[in-house]
C-alpha cells in the first residue's frame, strides 16, 4: 500500500471496486481512509438509475467510510449537471418513476407535460411506463425536442413480462422517430465526470478515475484526459483486458494498492 496519495482526487466506482453486494473488498475502507487523512478528496460513482445517492452514501456510511450524500454523482445528477451547464431549467419533460421527477423539481428544473411546452425530452428507467408517456415523448420528438437520457446501458435487466428499462425506451423512441439520443448522463459521459470533478474542486490533470469497468470507468477517464485505475475485482478479465484498445494507467488486484 502507498503511504501517501499520489492525486489530489479520487473518483471511484462502487459496485466491483469498493464493495461487492453489502459488503467491502477487502483493504476498501484503510485505503480510502489513509487517502482522505493524507488530504486527498474523494467522490463515487454509480450508473445505477433506481436508487437516489443519498441511498449509496448511507451504505457507504454504514460499511465504515463515512459519505455525505453530495460525496456521490449517479446518472441523475450528471444530468442535472449538464442541463444547468446548458442554462436548461424549464420545458423539461422525463419519462421517469415519481422519485425522480420529485428529484428534477427538487434541484429546481421545471417539469412540464405540455406538449407545446417540451423543449427536452429525457428517457430514463421507469416501471411505471405506458402508452401515454411514450406517445407525448414521440410527439416531443418529432417536433423538435432535444433528446437526452439518464443511461443508455442495460443497468436493469428485463423479464418475461417487465417494463423496458433505458436502453429499451431510447431503442423504441429512436426508431419511431428516426431522432437519435443527444446526450447520456451516465458514465462514460462528460456530463458525468463534469459532476465529479465540480464537487472535487480539483484539475483532471491531478485526479484519478478508480474503477472495474473498461467501457465505462476507464473509457471516461481515458476519453477525457485522466489517468485511470483498473480493479480486477470485479467484471474485467485479463483476458478481456489484453484483448480491449483501453489500456488503463495502471492495473491493480484491489483498491487496497491505489496509488
Known sequence: MHPFPRYAGYIFDLDGTVYRGDGLIEGALERISALRSAGAKTVFLSNKPLEPRSHYAAKLTRLGIPTPSEDVINS???????LRQEGQVKGIYVIGEPALLQEFQDEGFALTDNLGDIQIVIAAFDRTLDYAKLNLAH????????????NSDRTCPMGAGEIPDCAGVIAFLESTTGRKVEFVAGKPSAGMLGAALARLGVPRERCLMVGDRLATDMRMGLTFGLDTALVMTGVTTREMLTSSDLQPTYVLESIRQVP
Open 139 to 150: 410527439q416531443a420528438l418529432v417536433l423538435g425536442a432535444s433528446f437526452y437520457a439518464t
Open 76 to 82: 441523475s445528477q450528471a444530468m442535472f449537471y449538464h
